[in-house]
C-alpha cells in the first residue's frame, strides 16, 4: 500500500482528472487493496475534493465537457490537437409517454416512447459527438485493430466474442487516458462503449438488440426499421442506417459470427447472434423493398407457471394437474395456433421435472429456457451449406436422442409423419414425450396427427395422456388454456374427452367431465388411489398459493423450488411454515414486478 503522502498526493490527482468514486475503487480493486485501505484511500479522496473546485460532472440531462479533439488548422499534416470532447444529449421531440435508459458495454443511451403524428414511435437518443471526438474514435479504432491479435476461430466461437470484447474495452480506455490524460470518467464509458458496438456489435443497431423490453426487430431497408415492444406492440423508430450497404455489412458480421456466407448467389441467411437471438437476413432483389434483417429475441426471463396463473393463463387446478402428469411421467402434447402461447406454455411446464431425469430437448430455433437444476442437453437443427451439405434436420436429432438414453424428451413441433413416427414410438418405449402442435382444439389436435401430412396410426395415438389447447383472444391480446384433454379411442374413431375447459364470457375455469382414462392409468403408474391422488394435487395448489403470496416468479427461484420439492421435501415444509423467502429467492428485486 502506497503511504500517507503517497495516496494524498494520489488522490489529489484523481480529484484534479476528474476521477468518481467507482472509477477508484475499480483501481485500487485491480492493485489487490483491502477494504479497509480502500476506504482509507476514498476518506482522503474526499477531503481533498470538497477543498479543490472540480469540473461539473457529465449530467444525465445534457452536456458533458472532457478533452476533445480539434483539427489542427495548418494546411501540413500535423497530429491532432487535443482539447476537449463534446457529448450532448438530444432532447425528445414528440411527447413522452415512457422512457427509460440502457447501459450497453458502458455506454449510456436513452429510450423514449413518444407520441407523434405518425403514432406511437420507439426513439433511441445516442448522446452525439462532435467531428473532433469522431476523429479521435477513428484514430483508436485504427490502433485497436493493430495492436489486439484475435485469431480467426475466437471470431466464431462465440463464449470467445466477450472475451475479446472485454480485452478490447480495457485496451480502449487506456488509449482515451493516453490521448486525452484528464477525460472525464463518463464520457471515457460512453465512448468505450461506442467503440464496442461499432468494432465487435452492430452499431446503432445493437442498443435497440439489447434492449430487454423488445421481442422483435426488423430493418426493413435502410430507411424503415420497426420493433415489438412487449407493452406497446409493433412500433416505428427513429432509427435511420445511412445506406443499404450499412445492411449487408450487418447481414455478414451476423454470417460470419457462425461461419456462414450471405451474397447475391446465397441471398438467404438463417443464424443466432453472440446474445443467442436468431436473426435472419435477405437480401436485395429477393427483398424487393431493401435488404431485410429479423431479429426475434431470445427470452432472458421466461414466463414461470407463477406468471400464468397470476395473469390468468391457466387455474391453479390445471396447473397442478399438469404438474402431477409430468411429474410422473405422463405424456403431454401441447396445441393451439399461431403465437398462441404453445411453446411458452410447454416452457413453464418443463420446471415441473424432476432433477435426476435426462432431458434432451429438439427444436428448430433456440427457444426453451429450462431452471439450472435440471439435467438438460438442448439440441438445435441446422439448414445445409451453400454446397448442400452438413444439414441436421428434426428427424436426425430425434434418432440420434434415444441413443442418449433419455428420460424424457421435448420436440420443438411436430410436423412431418417421420418425426411423428419416432416420436410415438419413444412413448411406446417408455421415454416420456412432450410437443407443440398446431391445432385449435383437442379435436382438431386428433384430426391433424391421424391425418396427411403427419398421418400417425390411430391405435398409437392412446399414448397421449394429456392435451392442453392453448387460445389467443386476438382483441384483447390475451391467452389463455382453453381446453385440457385426454385422447379416447371410439367405435368408429377416437375422440376428446374435455376435462377442463375455459368459459371466454365469464373467463374463468371450469371442469368440463370427469377423466376417464387419465386418473386410472396414473393409479397403474403410481400405485395412488383416489384419495391419494386428491391429496397430491392440494399440496401442489399449497405450493402455487406460498408462491403467489410472496412473489416469487422468476425461473431460477421456481427451480428452486422444484427442486427442494423432490430433492428434499421436508426442507420446503419447513421454508414454507417459517415463510423462509430468502432461501429460494433467487432475485429478491423480481417480486417487486
Known amino acids: 500500500m502506497m503511504e500517507s503522502q503517497n495516496i494524498s498526493k494520489w488522490a489529489e490527482d484523481a480529484v484534479k482528472k476528474g476521477y468518481n468514486e467507482e472509477r477508484i475503487k475499480n483501481i485500487l480493486e485491480k492493485r489487490n487493496y483491502k477494504p479497509l485501505q480502500t476506504k482509507k484511500v476514498l476518506d482522503i479522496f474526499r477531503k481533498i475534493k470538497s477543498e479543490i473546485p472540480i469540473a461539473k460532472k457529465f449530467q444525465e ?60 414511435m420507439y426513439c433511441l437518443y ?52 493516453d490521448k486525452v490524460p484528464g477525460i472525464n470518467f463518463d464520457a471515457e464509458e460512453f465512448l468505450v462503449g461506442l467503440l464496442m458496438q461499432d468494432m465487435l456489435g452492430l452499431g446503432r443497431i445493437e442498443f435497440v438488440v439489447n434492449d430487454p423490453h423488445l421481442e422483435e426487430i426488423v430493418i426493413a431497408n435502410s430507411k424503415e426499421i420497426r420493433v415489438y415492444h412487449k407493452k406497446y406492440g409493433w412500433l416505428i423508430t427513429n432509427i435511420e442506417l445511412n445506406t443499404e450497404d450499412e445492411v449487408i455489412n450487418y447481414s455478414n458480421i451476423i454470417a460470419r459470427r457462425v461461419g456462414r456466407q450471405i451474397s447475391i448467389l446465397n441471398p438467404l441467411l438463417d443464424a443466432h447472434i453472440i446474445t443467442g437471438d436468431r436473426a435472419n437476413a435477405v437480401l436485395y432483389p429477393i427483398a424487393t423493398k431493401g435488404n431485410t434483417i429479423t431479429i426475434r429475441k431470445f427470452s432472458r426471463d421466461p414466463w414461470t407457471m407463477i406468471d400464468l396463473i397470476n395473469n390468468g393463463t391457466v387455474s391453479k387446478e390445471i396447473a397442478a394437474l399438469l404438474w402431477l402428469a409430468i411429474e410422473y411421467e405422463m405424456n403431454v402434447l401441447f396445441s393451439g395456433g399461431t403465437a398462441s402461447g404453445k411453446t411458452s406454455f410447454l416452457n413453464a411446464c418443463m420446471p415441473f421435472m424432476p432433477p435426476n431425469h435426462r432431458i ?27 454446397e448442400g451439405k452438413g444439414e441436421v434436420s428434426m428427424l436426425d436429432l430425434l434418432v440420434n436422442s434415444l441413443r442418449m438414453r433419455p428420460d424424457r424428451i421435448i420436440l420443438g413441433e411436430i410436423r412431418r409423419q417421420r418425426e411423428a413416427e ?44 394429456l392435451n392442453v389447447v392453448m387460445f389467443r383472444d386476438r382483441k384483447k391480446g390475451s391467452r389463455r388454456v382453453l381446453q385440457v384433454a385426454e385422447f379416447m379411442p371410439g367405435k368408429d374413431s377416437l375422440t376428446a374427452n374435455l376435462i377442463y375447459r375455459w368459459i371466454p364470457e365469464k373467463d374463468i375455469f371450469t371442469e368440463h367431465n370427469k377423466s376417464m382414462s387419465f386418473f386410472d392409468q396414473l393409479s397403474r403408474n403410481t400405485g395412488m388411489d ?25 425461473l431460477e427461484s421456481f427451480g428452486k423450488v422444484m427442486n427442494l420439492y423432490y430433492t428434499f421435501p421436508e426442507k420446503l415444509k419447513e421454508i414454507i411454515a417459517k415463510n423462509a423467502i430468502n432461501e429460494v429467492a433467487e432475485n429478491p428485486q423480481d417480486r417487486e414486478m
Open 422 to 465: 419416432v416420436l410415438f414410438e419413444a412413448m411406446h418405449t417408455g421415454h416420456s414425450v412432450y410437443a407443440t402442435v398446431h391445432a385449435d382444439t383437442a379435436n382438431e389436435t386428433i384430426r391433424r396427427l391421424i391425418n396427411p401430412p403427419i398421418n400417425v396410426p390411430p391405435s398409437m395415438l392412446g399414448s397421449v395422456h
Open 126 to 177: 445516442i448522446p452525439e459527438i462532435d467531428m473532433g471526438t469522431k476523429a479521435l474514435l477513428d484514430e483508436i479504432r485504427k490502433e485497436l485493430i493493430t495492436t489486439t491479435a484475435i485469431g480467426v476461430g475466437e471470431i466464431i466461437d462465440e463464449k470467445s466474442i466477450y472475451r475479446i470484447k472485454d480485452k478490447f474495452m480495457k485496451d480502449a480506455s487506456k488509449l482515451l487516458r
Open 360 to 386: 434432451i430437448s429438439m427444436e428448430d430455433t433456440r427457444e426453451l429456457m429450462l431452471p439450472r437444476f435440471l439435467y438438460w442437453c438442448p439440441l438445435v437443427t441446422r439448414t445445409p451449406n451453400a
Open 61 to 120: 440531462a445534457q452536456k458533458v465537457k472532457s478533452p476533445e479533439i480539434k483539427q489542427s488548422k495548418t494546411a501540413e499534416s500535423k497530429p491532432l490537437e487535443i482539447k476537449h470532447v463534446t457529448v450532448m444529449q438530444p432532447k425528445p421531440k414528440g411527447e413522452v409517454q415512457e422512457t427509460y435508459e440502457l447501459n450497453i458495454d458502458r455506454a449510456r443511451v436513452q429510450i423514449n416512447i413518444e407520441k407523434t403524428s405518425e403514432g406511437l
Open 530 to 554: 383416489e384419495i391419494q391422488i386428491k391429496k397430491e394435487l392440494e399440496k401442489k395448489i399449497a405450493i402455487f398459493d406460498w408462491l403467489i403470496k410472496n412473489k416469487i416468479r422468476d
